[in-house]
């Protein structure tokens, strides 16, 4: 059954500063790769997303995340944090074959940013 | 704004009772699926369908129900209610296996 872990479950940075978010999955084939970003009562915007092809993906916001199949892991980084990027962050995995698309989550990093 | 619309935002309801909640996918997505959020079991995937047809479950209780119209909407419905049921409930759509995009969600307090 795939998995997704995210280790961190709370991360503070100050504004300005990079961030790296963890994610680790585990997935039989290779798997179709997503982060989402929920904002206080709000629902999930996707952020960035891995199919297939070159392995740093560019998403919205100034994001980026890298699929290393070595070590089962898709990363999130941004090189400057802004005060607005404060939010929780889901890494989830989708099945790349058949029919069902169901997404697994991670249990999601909080991410507070001081000025 | 996703384009996949959700009601109610907030459902407010007593133990026992039964409740329906509604789901537009956005224009030309023709898969919907149900997620239910809570502190304790994290994002936890429910039910898809597929242009009117159930295609995957997951940890969805019998108390549950779904269904997808032929306009393509669809309602999740929740009976016997119970406190622990209490979360928030998203809908997303998808065009086959692309991205999913996600609704606002409605809340939902079981009393």
């Known amino acids: 059954a795939q998995s997704v872990t995210q280790p961190d479950i709370h991360i503070t940075v100050s504004e300005g500063a990079s961030l790296e978010l963890r994610c680790n999955y585990s997935?039989?084939?290779?798997?179709?790769l997503f982060w989402y970003v929920q904002s206080p009562g709000q629902g999930l915007q996707l952020l960035l997303k891995y199919f297939s092809g070159d392995t740093l993906v560019q998403g919205i916001k100034g994001f980026e995340a890298e699929f290393k199949r070595s070590q089962s892991s898709f990363n999130l980084r941004k090189p400057s944090v802004h005060w607005s990027d404060a939010a929780e962050y889901f890494c989830a995995v989708g099945n790349s074959g058949g029919s069902n698309y169901k997404l697994t989550f991670g249990k999601g990093t909080l991410l507070t940013v001081n000025p | 704004d996703s384009g996949v619309t959700q009601t109610p935002k907030h459902l407010i309801t007593a133990t026992g009772q039964r409740v329906t909640l509604r789901c537009s996918p956005r224009?030309?997505?023709?898969?919907v699926y149900w997620y239910q959020q809570s502190l304790d079991q994290g994002l936890q995937f429910l039910i898809q369908?597929?242009?009117?047809?159930?295609?995957a479950k997951g940890n969805i209780l019998e108390r549950f129900s779904a269904q997808q119209f032929p306009d393509l909407h669809s309602e999740l419905n929740l009976s016997s209610l119970e406190l622990g049921d209490s979360a928030l409930y998203f809908c997303a759509s998808s065009v086959g296996y692309n991205e999913q995009f996600f609704g606002p969600g409605t809340r939902l307090t079981v009393l």
């Open positions: 369908y597929y242009n009117g047809e159930e295609r």
């Open positions: 224009s030309g997505d023709l898969s």
């Open positions: 997935y039989g084939a290779t798997p179709y």
